[in-house]
């Protein structure tokens, strides 16, 4: 399995980008799928993930700094997990990740524990500028 990130870039404070995590190499709709983010001189750090999704049963969920402002979806005939941000800050910049596993259960909630993540991509890169 492969993950690949693309969509960082620079943006202004209270700009707007969309990143995307393309899955390849395993049925899209076996994996769930979440985004963590490192900004320099920190550690990695969760920011949303969502479920396999299968039968209408997506569940997501978010860390509290981004809640209302991020939303994770994903595009099963398109392979693709999005991350849509808003109203970014300039404490979003960082390096952004996407990371999968293999979800058994199509109903469970995502997990947010990298740990639990077996394939990374490498990362995008998101500068927001005060």
């Known amino acids: 399995v492969q993950l690949q990130a693309s969509g960082g870039g620079l943006v202004q404070a209270g700009g707007s980008l969309r990143l995307s995590c393309a899955v390849s190499?395993?049925?899209?709709?076996?994996?769930?799928v979440g985004w963590f983010r490192q900004a320099a001189g920190k550690e990695r750090e969760f920011v949303a993930a969502?479920?396999?999704?299968?039968?209408?049963?997506?569940?997501?969920y978010y860390a509290d700094p981004v809640k209302g402002r991020f939303t994770i979806s994903r595009d099963n005939a398109a392979n693709t997990v999005y991350l849509q941000m808003n109203s970014l800050k300039a404490e979003d910049t960082a390096v952004y990740y996407c990371?999968?596993?293999?979800?058994?259960?199509?109903?469970?909630?995502?997990?947010?524990?990298?740990?639990?993540?077996?394939?990374w991509g490498q990362g995008t890169k998101v500068t927001v500028s005060s």
């Open positions: 969502i479920n396999r999704g299968s039968r209408g049963a997506v569940s997501t």
């Open positions: 990371a999968g596993y293999y979800q058994r259960l199509y109903y469970a909630e995502p997990a947010q524990s990298p740990d639990q993540y077996e394939t």
């Open positions: 190499g395993r049925p899209f709709n076996q994996y769930a």
